[in-house]
């Protein structure tokens, strides 16, 4: 459990507090990149850490997130007129670039240099992997873009999809620290889903986890027994600052599944799912059906325009009774939707006094002790490393099935296995 306190540390993203200012110092995927698809188009509104903000691809192909209200009056700068290289604010014509910079005053003496001195709320955009990443922190600590793998890959070699869930940002990531639900809520798609591995899995239902603590978040190993018997099953989940997941991969190390979850606000959150291969070639049609269709979609019920849930809370996530007692643990179809209804079921922002964690536990709590110590180390002057360094997130989750004689995690081997390789 948490205190009061502690809860309030860790759950709040708004500027000023102790986790808004430490989720500040990171870059934030906010939008696929072909969701501002052309120069001078739509603008579209965007909430990050709790910001009201719009975002805007100007003529010359920049993209600009600047605050949702002109600096002018407080009209809202989503009506404006994006126009060479600047979105027009269309209560009084006045002009900003990117950068929030105010171009043009046409509502003042030609002679006055008030432009000079007026700036919208703006912060720098990066585009990398097909995402725009958003930067909101102070300027002279700006970082590196975080090396992850699929944001250097071809985009014939990944695939992703967002959406937005009705609850705050940590009691979605704990939910993918949580291995030891996926036997239970997600056991249904892991028997279709993990093809060969099943096996591994089913045959020893009680893994042992080792949790090692790392310089950029937490490796979750999960050993279990084989029928070879001279030979441990090993699965390997990773945990990067500030958010980030990554499942192990199967046995062949050709495929990864990523997660992200972005806070919108205190309340909502927005989840990528993002799945690459590691291997030099194109994802398969039927990869990419495994993602929103197919028999055992990830989220079936993904709608790609508005980027919510079909199944949602005001429908039971399309329960149905039924198939829960036939042959569904959950009775909910996706594997996304299965965690929707468990982390959004919660109440938007759970109260973790009331909880009891047991030892299947230990991750969370290793995780909820690494955000809050590194956002007190901030409130000291100690800026996060990680964020700092891009390359700290050139790690891969792996599985594999090993000699018992090989030592977690410092074998050559192992470290290979979590090698990036470009
Ligand atoms: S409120 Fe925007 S120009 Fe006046
Ligand atoms: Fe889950």
Redesign the pocket.
């Known amino acids: 459990m948490l205190s009061i306190a502690d809860n309030e540390y860790i759950t709040r993203v708004g500027k000023g507090t102790p986790m808004g200012d430490y989720l500040r110092r990171y870059w934030h995927p906010f939008m696929e990149s072909s969701q501002l698809p052309d120069p001078d188009g739509n603008v579209i509104e965007v909430t990050l850490l709790g910001e009201e903000l719009i975002a805007f691809r100007d003529t010359s192909g920049r993209v600009g997130l600047l605050g949702h209200y ?1 600096p ?4 809202p700068l989503y009506y404006g007129r994006n126009e060479e290289d600047g979105l027009r ?1 269309i ?4 002009k900003f670039d990117v950068s929030g910079r105010c171009v043009d005053m046409p509502s003042e003496p030609a002679a006055s240099n008030f432009k000079e001195k007026v700036r919208a709320r703006g912060y720098p955009v990066e585009e990398r992997g097909g995402v725009l990443w958003a930067y909101l922190g102070p300027p002279s600590l700006t970082p590196d873009l975080p090396d992850l793998e699929w944001t250097m890959l071809l985009e014939s070699r990944r695939m992703m999809a967002h959406f937005a869930l009705n609850c705050n940002w940590v009691q979605t990531l704990e939910g993918d620290v949580d291995s030891s639900h996926v036997g239970f809520l997600h056991q249904t798609a892991l028997r279709s889903s993990v093809g060969a591995d099943t096996n591994y899995v089913e045959f020893d239902k009680a893994p042992h986890w080792t949790i090692e603590q790392t310089d950029y978040g937490m490796a979750l190993a999960a050993r279990r027994e084989t029928l070879e018997g001279a030979k441990y099953y090993w699965r390997i989940n990773q945990w990067f600052l500030p958010y980030y997941t990554l499942v192990a991969s199967d046995v062949a190390r050709t495929k990864i599944h990523s997660h992200i979850w972005v806070p919108i606000d205190d309340l909502h959150t927005t989840v990528w799912c993002v799945e690459w291969t590691t291997e030099p070639r194109d994802l398969t049609a039927s990869e990419r059906w495994s993602m929103t269709e197919g028999p055992f979609a990830h989220i079936p019920t993904l709608d790609v325009e508005t980027h919510t849930l079909r199944a949602n809370a005001s429908n039971h996530y399309l329960q149905d009774r039924r198939a829960q007692k036939a042959f569904s643990f959950s009775g909910i179809n996706g594997t996304r939707e299965q965690d929707a209804a468990v982390v959004e079921g919660m109440g938007a922002l759970v109260d973790r006094t009331i909880e009891h964690l047991g030892t299947s536990d230990t991750a969370i709590i290793t995780l909820r002790r690494r955000l809050i110590q590194d956002a007190r180390a901030l409130e000291d002057g100690i800026e996060p490393h990680v964020a700092t360094d891009g390359t700290s997130y050139r790690r891969r989750s792996w599985s594999a099935v090993l000699d018992k004689k090989i030592p977690y995690p410092e074998s050559p081997e192992m470290r290979e296995m979590a090698a990036i390789k470009l």
């Open positions: 002109c002018h009056r407080s009209a604010c209560y009084h014509g006045w």
